[in-house]
C-alpha cells in the first residue's frame, strides 16, 4: 500500500536495457550483473526488471502480474479477470523469501485469454480497460504488467536483491530491462517502483517530469487513469496512447515526448515542418519536460529517448547481435568489455533497436 | 448647490506655485481656473478625479492629490462610496456610471495561490542559456493527427483547422476605436505587431490607418455589428463573436452621439452624431443554435481561413455555456472575468455582477476535458489580469493564453480614476477630444506597451525555468504546480488544485 498516495513520485535512478536483436535469450542474470554496478545510484527503496520472451509455455496468453494488498483484493480482482477473460492458469509468484524485504505485498500472475475471438487491436483494448478497471476499482490491487510472454518484476529493495528475491536466473529472455530506484517521497510502496507496465510495453525512467499534471490530465480524457502517482505511469500511458491507439511510429511519438525546439522546426523544410508543427500543436499536452532518459520495452523492441536539453544521461553500445542502453556506461562495460559501437543520443534523438536486427 | 462632498483634495504649494498655468491648461476637469484680474489660481476640488495628471505636469512640484479623509464620519456599513451614490442619484434620477473594472473588495485568488518551484530532484533551468519557448498557437486542434506515407516519407493527411500564432501567449484585449482614441488603437496595434501578437478591435471595427496591422488583429463582431463588412473580416486574422464582456455581463454598450466623430462614424458605418447603440443580446442570437448559425456565417465569410473567437463574459454557469459554445463550432473561447475593464458600465451592474475569472476558467477548463473536447478549443482568460504571475497561474489553470487590457492602459498612462465614461480622459487614453488625444504619441505609446509585454516575457521566462519547464504548453493545465493558501476546502476543490503542505 501507498502510504503517500497524494504526492507524485520524484526520484533519481540508474537504468540499463539490452536486446538480443536475432531473439536470442539470455538469462535475468546477465542484466543483474550490470544493474549491480549502479548500486550507488539507488537507495535501496525500489528495484525492478522486465523480460520479453519469458513465458514460451503460454505465448499467446496475457500474463498479468499482480500485487495484492489483501486476500480480499486478490478475490475482487479475479472475479473481474473472470468477467474480461477465460484464465489458463494462475500462480503465485515464485520467490526465493530468504531475502528479507519489507511490505511484501501478494504477487500472482494469472495467464489468461480474451473470452471472444478479436482483432489484435481490440484484443489489447479490451485488456487495457480491464486493466484500468483493476487499478481504479479495486483498493489493495496493482497490475504490474498486461502484456504477452512477457513480465515484470520489481519491489522494494536494491535491484540486485530484486532479481535474487524473484530468481531472475531462472528466466530467460531476449530483451531485459532494469531499474535501479532512488525515490524520495514513495518509500517503501512496491507499487512505485519501475519497470511500470501496460499491454506489452514497459519504461524504466530516469528523471522527473515537470509537465506531470498537464500529461495526467491530457491522458485522462481520452480514459486513462493516472492512479499510481508516478512520472513512469504517465510516460508509459502516452506511449501507448499515441503508439497504439494514434497508430504514430515510434520515432514520431518521439517527436511528440521531446519535440524539437520550434526554431529547429521553422527551419525544416515543409513537408516535415507542417507534419512536425501539426503533431507538437495536436498533442501539446504529451510534452515532456523536465530532466529524464527513459528505456521503453515493448514486444519487438527496445527504444532509448532523452528529454530535449539532455539533462539525463543516456548510453547505447552494441556488440554483435546485442544492443545495450544505460543511464551509465560502466554498467554495459561490466557485462560487454568490447563494444563494436558507442555512443550517447542527443536529447530528444530516440535509438531504437528491434528483434528483426534493425538498429536505428 | 451639490451636496457631494468632494473625494480628493488638491493642494497648492503656494511658495512653489510659479503660477505658469500648466494645471489650468492640463486639467481636462476644470480643477484649475486661472482668474486674471487676481493673478490667482482657484482650485475646485469638487471636480477633481483624482487622476494625478496635474500632480505629474507641474513643473515645480507644488500639487499634492490627498485622499479626502475626512469625508464622512466613519462607517462600516454606510460608506462614503454609498453615501455619495445615494446623494448623486437623490440629484439626478440616473444610474450612476463607472468605466474600468470592479474595485470592490472580493476576494482575488490569483493572491492566493503560490507557485513550485524545482528543488534537488529536479534541476531549475536557466533561461539565459537553455531555450524557453512561449510561442502559443490559438485554434482548434483535432484529436488525433492522421498521417499518409508517400515515397517511404510520412506527411499528414489531417488538414488543421485555422489557427493564430503568438509569440507570447499575452494578447490586448477588445477596446474599441471610440472607447478609446486612434492613438490609443495605434499603439496596441503596432505593440501587437512588434510583439508578434494580436489587439483586439472592439466594437470599433477598424480604421482605414490601421488596415496594415490586420495580421496581428482580431476583429470583433458585437451586438451592434458596427464597422463590420467584408474588407473588415479580410483585413483581421481572427474574428471574435463578442456575447459578453466580464465588467457588464447582460448589458450592451452605449457610445452617446457626442463622441461619433466623423472619423468614428466612417470606421463605425453610422451616421455621425447618433448614439452607437450595442443591445444587450444579439438580436439574431437568442440561443445556442443560432450562435452556432453566426460562428458558420462567418467562416463562411472568411472563407474557413479564420479562427473564430467567442468571448463571454464568466457567470454562474460558465461551464456549460463554454461546452456549448465549442460545440457550437467556436476555435477559441474567450472568458471574461469581473474585474475585467469597461469604457462605461453602471456602478451597480460592474460592482455586483459576474464571477472570477481564476473560478469561471478552472471549472471550464475541467468541464471541456471531463467531456474530452478541451482539445477542440483554445482558452483564452481575460478580466484583470495585472501582472506576469497571474498570466503564469491562468496558464497553470488551464488558459492557452490571457488578454491583457486595464493593464496596456495603465502602461499608456491610465491611472485607473475610473471616470473613462466620461470621455475627458487626461492622458489622452478614454477621449475623442483632439486636445487631449494628442497627449499620447502612439510611438510612445508603442513602445511602453512593447516594454511592458517584453518584461512580462521574461519574467514567465524565468518562472518557468524556476519549475523546471521550458515550453509553455508544459504549463497548460499543470495545476499541481499550484498551490492554494487560505483557500477552504471547497475553494481548493473548485479550482482543482491542492493546498499549500499537500
Redesign the interface.
Known amino acids: 500500500m501507498n502510504k503517500f498516495p497524494r504526492e507524485k513520485d520524484i526520484s533519481g535512478c540508474s537504468i540499463f536495457g539490452l536486446i538480443n536483436t536475432d531473439g536470442e535469450k539470455v538469462s535475468g542474470s546477465v542484466i543483474t550483473e550490470a544493474i549491480s554496478v549502479l548500486h550507488d545510484r539507488a537507495n535501496g527503496l525500489g528495484g525492478g526488471f522486465s523480460g520479453y520472451g519469458i513465458y514460451p509455455d503460454y505465448p499467446d496468453d496475457y500474463a498479468l502480474h499482480l500485487f495484492f494488498d489483501s486476500v480480499k483484493a486478490k478475490e475482487e480482482t479475479e472475479e473481474l479477470i473472470n468477467k474480461h477473460f477465460l484464465i489458463e492458469y494462475d500462480e503465485k509468484i515464485r520467490t526465493d523469501n530468504s531475502i528479507n524485504l519489507p511490505n511484501k505485498p501478494l504477487l500472482w500472475r494469472y495467464f489468461v485469454k480474451n473470452r471472444n475471438i478479436l482483432s489484435k487491436d481490440s484484443e489489447r483494448e479490451e485488456t487495457f480497460k480491464a486493466v484500468m478497471d483493476i487499478n481504479n476499482n479495486i483498493e489493495g490491487a496493482y497490475v504490474i504488467s498486461s502484456g504477452k510472454n512477457m513480465g515484470v518484476f520489481k519491489g522494494v529493495g536494491y535491484p540486485e536483491d530484486i532479481s535474487r528475491f524473484y530468481r531472475l536466473e531462472d528466466y530467460k529472455g531476449y530483451i531485459w530491462t532494469a531499474h535501479g530506484r532512488f525515490p524520495t517521497n514513495t518509500p517503501g510502496w512496491w507499487g512505485g517502483a519501475h519497470p511500470f507496465g501496460l499491454l506489452d510495453w514497459t519504461i524504466v525512467h530516469n528523471g522527473e517530469i515537470s509537465s506531470y499534471d498537464t500529461n495526467r490530465r491530457y491522458l485522462e480524457m481520452y480514459g486513462y487513469k493516472c492512479n499510481l502517482v508516478t512520472d513512469t505511469e504517465v510516460i508509459t500511458y502516452l506511449f501507448d496512447f499515441l503508439v497504439r491507439k494514434n497508430n504514430l511510429t515510434l520515432s514520431l511519438a518521439s517527436k511528440i515526448l521531446a519535440s524539437p525546439m520550434w526554431v529547429d522546426i521553422d527551419r525544416m523544410e515543409e513537408k516535415k515542418r507542417e507534419l512536425l508543427k501539426a503533431l507538437r500543436m495536436t498533442y501539446a499536452g504529451a510534452l515532456l519536460t523536465g530532466p529524464f532518459s527513459v528505456i521503453l520495452g515493448f514486444e519487438n523492441g527496445i527504444m532509448g529517448l532523452g528529454d530535449r536539453l539532455k539533462l539525463r544521461p543516456l548510453l547505447v553500445g552494441k556488440s554483435e547481435n546485442t544492443v545495450y542502453m544505460s543511464s551509465e556506461e560502466c554498467a554495459v562495460r561490466k557485462i560487454c568489455p568490447d563494444l563494436d559501437s558507442v555512443y550517447r543520443p542527443k536529447g530528444g534523438e530516440p535509438a531504437i533497436a528491434l528483434l528483426d536486427g534493425k538498429y536505428v | 448647490m451639490s451636496s457631494v462632498i468632494p473625494e480628493f483634495i488638491v493642494d497648492k504649494n503656494e511658495d512653489r506655485c510659479i503660477k505658469c498655468k500648466v494645471c489650468v491648461r492640463q486639467c481636462s476637469e476644470e480643477v484649475f481656473k486661472y482668474f486674471e484680474d487676481f493673478d490667482l489660481i482657484r482650485i475646485y476640488n469638487d471636480k477633481c478625479v483624482g487622476c494625478h495628471r496635474c500632480e505629474m505636469m507641474c513643473p515645480t512640484d507644488a500639487l499634492t492629490i490627498t485622499k479626502n479623509n475626512a469625508l464622512y464620519k466613519d462607517n462600516f456599513h454606510w460608506s462614503s462610496y454609498t453615501i455619495n451614490s445615494i446623494k448623486k442619484q437623490a440629484e439626478t434620477g440616473g444610474m450612476t456610471l463607472t468605466g474600468s473594472g470592479n474595485d470592490k473588495a472580493y476576494v482575488s485568488y490569483w493572491d492566493r495561490m503560490l507557485l513550485d518551484a ?1 528543488q534537488v ?3 531549475p ?1 536557466d533561461p539565459l542559456r ?2 524557453m ?1 512561449l ?1 502559443t ?1 490559438l485554434g482548434k ?2 484529436g ?4 499518409k506515407e508517400e515515397n517511404g ?4 493527411e ?1 488538414k ?1 483547422s485555422p ?1 493564430i500564432k503568438l509569440e507570447t501567449p499575452i494578447m490586448f484585449s477588445a477596446m474599441s476605436y471610440g472607447s478609446i482614441s486612434l492613438n490609443a488603437c495605434e499603439s496596441l496595434a503596432s505593440a501587437a505587431s512588434r510583439l508578434g501578437t494580436f489587439y483586439n478591435t472592439g466594437e470599433g471595427g477598424l480604421h482605414k490607418k490601421l488596415y496594415k496591422y490586420g495580421k496581428n488583429t482580431i476583429g470583433q463582431v458585437a451586438s451592434g455589428r458596427f464597422g463590420v463588412d467584408t474588407d473588415y473580416l479580410a483585413a483581421c486574422a481572427a474574428i471574435e463573436i463578442k456575447i459578453g464582456q466580464g465588467a457588464k455581463p447582460g448589458i450592451g454598450g452605449h457610445l452617446p452621439g457626442e463622441k461619433v466623430t466623423v472619423e468614428i462614424s466612417e470606421t463605425r458605418m453610422i451616421p455621425s452624431g447618433t448614439d452607437a447603440i450595442s443591445p444587450a443580446p444579439h438580436h439574431d442570437i437568442y440561443s445556442i443554435e443560432d450562435l452556432k448559425q453566426l460562428i458558420s456565417l462567418i467562416k463562411e465569410a472568411t472563407n474557413y481561413e479564420k479562427p473564430v473567437f467567442v468571448k463571454i463574459a464568466a457567470v454562474h454557469n460558465s461551464a456549460a455555456i463554454a461546452s456549448g459554445i465549442v460545440r457550437a463550432g467556436a476555435d477559441v473561447i474567450v472568458i471574461d472575468g469581473f474585474r475585467g475593464g469597461t469604457g462605461a458600465a453602471p456602478s451597480v451592474i460592474r460592482d455586483n455582477t459576474g464571477i472570477p475569472i481564476e473560478v469561471a476558467l478552472a471549472v471550464i477548463d475541467q468541464r471541456l ?1 471531463d467531456e ?1 473536447i ?2 477542440e478549443v483554445s482558452i483564452v482568460a481575460a478580466g484583470g489580469i495585472r501582472s506576469s504571475a497571474d498570466a503564469v497561474k491562468a496558464m497553470a489553470l488551464g488558459a492557452d493564453a490571457v488578454y491583457i487590457a486595464t493593464a496596456a492602459l495603465i502602461a499608456m498612462g491610465c491611472t485607473l480614476c475610473q471616470k473613462c465614461y466620461k470621455g475627458k480622459c487626461n492622458w489622452g487614453l478614454t477621449t475623442q477630444d483632439p486636445v487631449l488625444t494628442r497627449r499620447l504619441n502612439p510611438e510612445i505609446g508603442s513602445e511602453k506597451l512593447t516594454n511592458l509585454v517584453n518584461s512580462w516575457n521574461l519574467e514567465i521566462k524565468e518562472i518557468l525555468g524556476s ?5 509553455i ?9 499550484l498551490r492554494g493558501v487560505g483557500l477552504t476546502e471547497l475553494e481548493s476543490k473548485i479550482l482543482g488544485i ?1 493546498h499549500a503542505g ?1
Open positions: 524545482s530532484t529536479n534541476p533551468i537553455e531555450p519557448e510561442r498557437y486542434k483535432p488525433r493527427i492522421l498521417l516519407e510520412m506527411s499528414l489531417t488543421l489557427q476535458r474530452s478541451r482539445n519549475m523546471g519547464i521550458n515550453a504548453e508544459a504549463l497548460r493545465g499543470n495545476r499541481l504546480r491542492e499537500m
